[in-house]
T-cell receptor
Framework: ETGVTQSPTHLIKTRGQQVTLRCSSQ?????VSWYQQALGQGPQFIFQ???????GRGNFPPRFSGLQFPNYSSELNVNALELDDSALYLC???????????FGPGTRLTVT | GQQVMQIPQYQHVQEGEDFTTYCNSS?????IQWYKQRPGGHPVFLIQ?????EVKKQKRLTFQFGEAKKNSSLHITATQTTDVGTYFC????????????FGPGTRLSVLP
């Protein structure tokens, strides 16, 4: 069974640019959540997708957007990057009827 | 808004000593989850507690959910160097049962 995968592993962008991060959920999992984790802090909830629809959103501005595809993989898009967007971006998938979250290895985004 | 706090922020123990981390929520929780994140890694799901006063054990780890369902604890007996990492608790965010708020974590160091 393949776990949650994310790409790319690392990314360096310039302030003002746009970035797309990708996540493949674990087989059979239909819910994907995205988190931002700054160094030394806990993961902060960005949003969640369930069956291709947004199912809850944290306190992040609209320039953070996402998609979920029919195969339950997901994308996180961030527009107009700011220096404070530098962080580890984690996605987590959950199986049906369960709240357990299985995290991917994350994408380390650096904004200069 | 909803807050999840953890104490202590850091804990240094000698190998073989016990360790406890405490989690407190500003609101009553329907359930609480615990995760472990090794240095440089991603959060790994440990357990979910649902019932008031529930106690669950996983080998040397004991998890407890408070009677009022606003607090929880994780106790590790006879720590080992493999226990090193940051332990996070997470509770559901408001009315979105599948969206989770993470605490800031307790970072455990184990000295051999």
């Amino acid at each position: 069974e393949t776990g949650v995968t994310q790409s790319p592993t690392h990314l360096i962008k310039t302030r003002g640019q746009q970035v797309t991060l990708r996540c493949s959920s674990q087989s059979g999992h239909n819910t994907v959540s995205w988190y931002q984790q700054a160094l030394g802090q806990g993961p902060q909830f960005i949003f969640q997708y369930y069956r291709e629809e947004e199912n809850g959103r944290g306190n992040f501005p609209p320039r953070f957007s996402g998609l979920q595809f029919p195969n339950y993989s997901s994308e996180l898009n961030v527009n107009a990057l700011e220096l404070d967007d530098s962080a580890l971006y984690l996605c987590a998938s959950s199986p049906p009827e369960s709240y357990e979250q299985y995290f991917g290895p994350g994408t380390r985004l650096t904004v200069t | 808004g909803q807050q999840v706090m953890q104490i202590p922020q850091y804990q240094h123990v000698q190998e073989g000593e016990d360790f406890t981390t405490y989690c407190n929520s500003s609101t009553t929780l329907s359930n609480i989850q615990w995760y472990k994140q090794r240095p440089g890694g991603h959060p790994v799901f440990l357990i979910q507690l649902v019932k008031s006063g529930e106690v669950k054990k996983q080998k040397r780890l004991t998890f407890q959910f408070g009677e009022a369902k606003k607090n929880s604890s994780l106790h590790i007996t006879a720590t080992q160097t493999t226990d090193v990492g940051t332990y996070f608790c997470a509770g559901p965010r408001g009315n979105y049962g599948q969206n989770f708020v993470f605490g800031p974590g307790t970072r455990l160091s184990v000295l051999p």
